[in-house]
């Protein structure tokens, strides 16, 4: 057999595929042929990493396909494990090693543009932020500049504003000092006030006309009785209420003394009077002297009537046709007064001067009338607390040759709260001469 020794080499098609890190990988197949069937032909799989080689050998005279991966070495091992060129290769032979540089040129080029698209993208996004930062801060500063004043100017502006707000206090000096709280009330005028306190008057007046005798005269009074009348002495009066109700032609005076000045009492809150009649929180107003405690007071009574008109404001407001009924009395009297004080002050009223009393009705009747009354009166004090002007009832200046039986009613304060330097005498009250027996 004719003896040849040249080796076929022929490169098949590329393989591409990627690997574990999905890159792209290039295998060149590169196919060996020998020049007899004598000797094993192989296959060569050439890739980056690793080579395969495919070759057919002969065991027991049998031909037999072989696969094996080369060990990976470094470049040079490599390299000088490869076919090169030789004076047995074909012509094929160049394309191998064409084929061997395309591929590391292949692998090299892929290699820098990854590294490259990724210092790209984050050179880009770097600067973009970048880029906004800074221009935030340029934004700010300027604004902030723009906007600042000079200290000096700030002062000035400060003391600017607090002189305008002083001048304007000092022009409204005048108005209503609670107005940003609630709202100013309607004061009344002083025709309705002085109406409204001479109709209470007017009330007792028949009451003792209606219930007591002044030409009565009881022949003894016992010591329990003279307890009882001794309650209603007073300081105003020039001798005890008892001397008093043994002279006839003053007795009705006597008596109708003792029960105004009674109601009026329970009306009045602080210390001219008891406050018996009025509701708690007015009964507890404050006693001050001074422009300065007026003005404190003042701003405390607008706003406890305020507040109490508010709890009040479902309450229904009797006619007074209901006047009459001890079930259902007319008045603003709540569970901060309760009514019992009403009755409490019209049974010790009846029990004292029921000695002089007309015979013809009895006790009960004329506790259920003066009831009445006081719940009026109570109404009268509620009315009175909540205007914005005050009042004072004067008893003074009786002297030892008279008895003032109605007080003086004197309009102390404005609407504002303000002091009047001369009081207003709305009513001048009513008097009644008496000398004393020896």
């Known amino acids: 057999m004719a003896s040849n020794s040249t080796w076929y080499t022929e490169t098949l098609e590329l393989i591409t595929s990627t690997d574990e890190q999905h890159r792209p990988v290039t295998t060149t197949v590169l196919s060996l042929s020998p020049p007899n069937d004598s000797t094993a032909s192989s296959t060569w799989f050439i890739v980056s990493t690793k080579t395969v080689e495919e070759y057919v050998t002969w065991i027991s005279n049998l031909s037999t396909p072989v696969t094996r991966t080369l060990p990976e070495e470094t470049k040079t091992q490599q390299d000088a494990t490869r076919p090169v060129k030789s004076a047995d290769s074909s012509p094929a032979s160049p394309s191998s090693s064409v084929a061997n540089e395309d591929t590391t040129a292949l692998r090299s080029v892929q290699s820098s543009n990854g590294i490259s698209n990724g210092a790209l993208a984050g050179a880009i996004v770097g600067s973009i932020i970048g880029t906004a ?15 600042a004043k000079p200290a000096k100017q700030i002062d000035d502006d400060t003391f600017a504003g607090a002189a305008t707000r002083h001048r304007k206090s000092k022009s409204k000096s005048g108005a209503f000092p609670l107005a940003d709280i609630i709202p ?20 007792a007046g028949l009451h003792i006309d209606n219930y007591y005798v002044p030409g009565s005269t009881p ?26 109700l043994g002279q006839r032609e003053i007795r009705r005076q006597a008596i109708k003394y003792a029960l105004v000045r009674t109601i009026l009492r329970g009306i009045i809150p602080g210390g001219n009077g008891n406050g018996e009649l009025l509701p708690r929180a007015f009964a507890d107003m404050p006693v001050v002297d001074g422009s300065s405690g007026s003005a404190a007071v003042f701003n405390w009574r607008m706003l406890t009537a305020h507040l ?41 009223f009846t029990a004292a001067f029921n000695p ?40 003074g200046g009786s002297g ?10 004197l309009k102390v304060a404005d609407e504002k709260g303000g002091l009047l330097v001369t009081p207003q005498v709305l009513v001048e009250g009513e008097k009644v001469a008496y000398t004393p027996r020896a």
Request: proline fraction near 7%.
């Open 308 to 348: 109490y008109s508010q709890t009040q404001s479902n309450t229904t407001t009797h006619s007074s046709s209901n006047r009459n009924s001890k079930t259902q009395p007319s008045t603003s009297i709540t569970e901060e007064s309760p009514i019992q004080a009403t009755e409490s002050l019209a049974g010790q």
């Open 184 to 203: 100013q009330p309607e004061p009344a005028d002083d025709d309705t006030v002085r109406r409204r306190i001479l109709t209470l008057v007017d009330q």
């Open 219 to 244: 022949a003894h009074l016992s010591s329990e009785q003279s307890a009882r009348l001794a309650v209603y002495n007073s300081a105003d009066l020039p001798a005890p209420i008892e001397t008093l």
């Open 400 to 409: 030892t040759a008279e008895i003032r039986v109605v007080p003086r009613v």
């Open 356 to 395: 002089y009393s007309f015979p013809s009705f009895t006790p009960e009747e004329r506790t259920s009338h003066l009831e009445t009354l006081a719940c009026s009166a109570a109404d009268l004090g509620v009315w009175l607390f909540s205007q914005p002007c005050s009042f004072e009832f004067d008893w």
């Open 133 to 147: 930062l800074v221009t935030l801060l340029l934004a700010f500063l300027f604004f902030r500049r723009r906007n």
